[in-house]
């Protein structure tokens, strides 16, 4: 029999955030984005207040870029301390203000999260559902009005997240946290098929993110469906 998948190891003084959209009738489809802080763990009551200024950014920077059927329906929190650590959320709809016709619901802007470290294999990235039909350049392209906007959107998003801190939290930071490194093949032995499983790391690594870039190309919010 294959091994059970471990579970994931604790990242000392980060916060998972989680931002869950409704694209229409669909629901589960999700953003994530990790923040360092270097003071004290937060409560659950303050990542819960922390959750709602979350929700609060996103009012205030990003709701212009989100066609007018795309809901922000939830932010959720998780300090990533300890499998005891604590957990927020802020259930706070947030609708769409961008006018124009709505796109698959597949559809997301990619934005880049830029780090020192260099690495195979790609990058750290968030996929936003932004944009509309009119924001297109080409069937595959984003132009470059929707990308400057979401630029901007983007930055100041992150700034106010970053200056929404508890009390004792010291300096909060937008990070990456990489779990694996490396893989190994792993052979099935009822199929004989072999896949690449990726390596667990004792420790994460986390990243400062450094800035941000928004991509010219069309993703896919396919594989972020939290359904």
């Known amino acids: 029999m294959l091994s059970a998948v471990a579970p994931l190891p604790d990242v000392a003084g980060v916060i998972r955030c989680t931002l869950e959209f409704a694209?229409?009738?669909?629901?589960?489809?999700?953003?994530?984005f990790f923040?360092?802080?270097?003071?004290?763990?937060?409560?659950?009551?303050?990542?819960?207040?922390?959750?709602?200024?979350?929700?609060?950014?996103?009012?205030?920077?990003?709701?212009?870029?989100?066609?007018g059927s795309?809901?922000?329906?939830?932010?959720?929190?998780?300090?990533?301390?300890?499998?005891?650590?604590?957990?927020?959320?802020?259930a706070t709809a947030v609708v769409g203000t961008?006018?124009?016709?709505?796109?698959?619901?597949?559809?997301?802007?990619?934005v880049s999260y830029?780090?020192?470290?260099?690495y195979r294999g790609g990058h750290p990235r968030g996929?936003?559902?932004?944009?509309?039909?009119?924001?297109?350049?080409?069937?595959?392209?984003?132009?470059?009005?929707?990308?400057?906007?979401?630029?901007?959107g983007i930055d100041a998003f992150f700034t106010a997240v970053v200056a929404a801190g508890w009390t004792g939290s010291g300096t909060l930071t937008h990070v990456n946290v990489s779990y694996f490194h490396g893989s190994h093949v792993v052979?099935?032995?009822t199929t004989g098929r072999a896949r690449n499983v990726p390596d667990l790391r004792a420790t994460p690594l986390v990243n400062d993110v450094l800035?941000?870039?928004?991509?010219?190309?069309?993703?896919?919010?396919?594989?972020?469906?939290?359904?």
């Open 187 to 189: 052979t099935n032995p």
């Open 127 to 152: 996929y936003w559902p932004f944009g509309v039909e009119g924001d297109l350049q080409t069937a595959q392209t984003w132009n470059t009005t929707l990308t400057g906007a979401v630029k901007t």
């Open 98 to 110: 961008r006018a124009g016709v709505v796109l698959t619901s597949n559809a997301a802007v990619v």
């Open 114 to 118: 830029e780090i020192a470290r260099r």
């Open 23 to 32: 694209m229409g009738s669909k629901t589960g489809v999700i953003t994530r």
């Open 70 to 90: 795309i809901d922000l329906i939830e932010v959720d929190c998780v300090d990533l301390s300890s499998t005891s650590g604590a957990i927020g959320s802020d």
């Open 211 to 227: 800035s941000t870039i928004a991509r010219t190309a069309v993703g896919s919010q396919r594989r972020r469906l939290r359904l």
């Open 35 to 67: 923040i360092k802080y270097d003071g004290t763990a937060p409560t659950n009551a303050q990542l819960t207040t922390f959750a709602g200024s979350i929700r609060a950014a996103v009012n205030t920077n990003l709701k212009s870029l989100m066609q």
